[in-house]
C-alpha cells in the first residue's frame, strides 16, 4: 500500500471510533420545566402578530388620511420593494449601470442626465477629485457608495404611490437609503433632487 492509502485508511478508522465512543446526553427536563408546545407556538404567533401590526402602522403612519393602504397592499408593496433592492445588490456589485437605469424613475433619468444637476452632486462630494460627467458617473460616485452597506429593514409611506425604503435603527431613528415611486404598477426608484 502507498502512503496515502494508508493514511486515508486511519482517518477513516480513528473518525469511525471516535464516532462511536461519543455519548448522547439525553437532559430530561425536571416537571415544572415541561411548556406545552401549543402555548409556545401561540405565543411566538402572538409576538409576530403585533411585531407585523406596529410594522404597518409605522408604515402607513404618515400617509393622508383618505388614501388607504391594506395590510395585503402593505405586504406585497415591502416584498416587492425588498425583492427589488436585493436586484439592485447585484447591479450595483457588478456596476451595471445599464441595467440600474430600468430600474429609476424617468424623471429622475433625466434630472440627473443634466449637467447643471450633475455638478450640483460633484460639488457635494467628500473626494473633491471625482469628476461627475455622467449618470454613470453619478451611479459610481453616488448612489453605490452611499447604499453599498445599506439594510433595509421597513418601508415608510409617504403617499400610496410614494414610499421609503429605510434602516430602523436601535435608538428607532430610521436612515433612508432609497425613494420609491410606483409608476404604471411598476415601483422604481426616485432618486432625490439636489
Not at 460633484?122 to 460616485?141: A, E, G, R, V
Request: glycine content about 0%; some cysteine; charged content about 30%.
Amino acid at each position: 500500500m502507498k502512503f496515502r492509502e494508508l493514511i486515508f485508511i486511519f482517518s477513516i478508522v480513528t473518525l469511525f471510533f471516535s464516532c462511536e465512543s461519543k455519548e448522547v446526553e439525553t437532559v430530561t427536563p425536571a416537571p415544572q420545566e415541561i411548556v406545552n408546545p401549543s402555548a409556545t407556538e401561540e405565543q411566538i404567533n402572538t409576538e409576530a402578530k403585533i411585531h407585523d401590526e406596529a410594522e404597518y402602522l409605522r408604515s402607513i403612519n404618515n400617509i393622508q388620511t383618505e388614501e388607504v393602504i391594506t395590510k395585503e397592499e402593505f405586504a406585497e408593496d415591502k416584498a416587492e420593494i425588498l425583492r427589488i433592492i436585493q436586484e439592485l445588490s447585484i447591479i450595483m456589485q457588478e456596476h451595471d449601470v445599464n441595467s440600474w437605469l430600468n430600474y429609476i424613475t424617468p424623471e429622475s433619468k433625466a434630472f440627473y442626465s443634466n449637467p447643471v444637476n450633475l455638478r450640483k452632486a460633484q460639488k457635494k462630494l467628500p473626494n473633491k477629485m471625482l469628476q461627475i460627467n455622467t449618470i454613470k458617473d453619478y451611479f459610481n460616485y453616488v448612489f453605490i457608495p452611499s447604499r453599498k452597506i445599506s439594510k433595509v429593514d421597513e418601508i415608510r409611506y409617504i403617499s400610496k404611490t410614494n414610499v421609503k425604503a429605510v434602516e430602523v435603527r436601535e435608538d428607532k431613528s430610521i436612515l433612508v437609503y432609497y425613494y420609491f415611486k410606483k409608476i404604471d404598477g411598476k415601483w422604481l426608484v426616485n432618486l432625490p433632487k439636489l
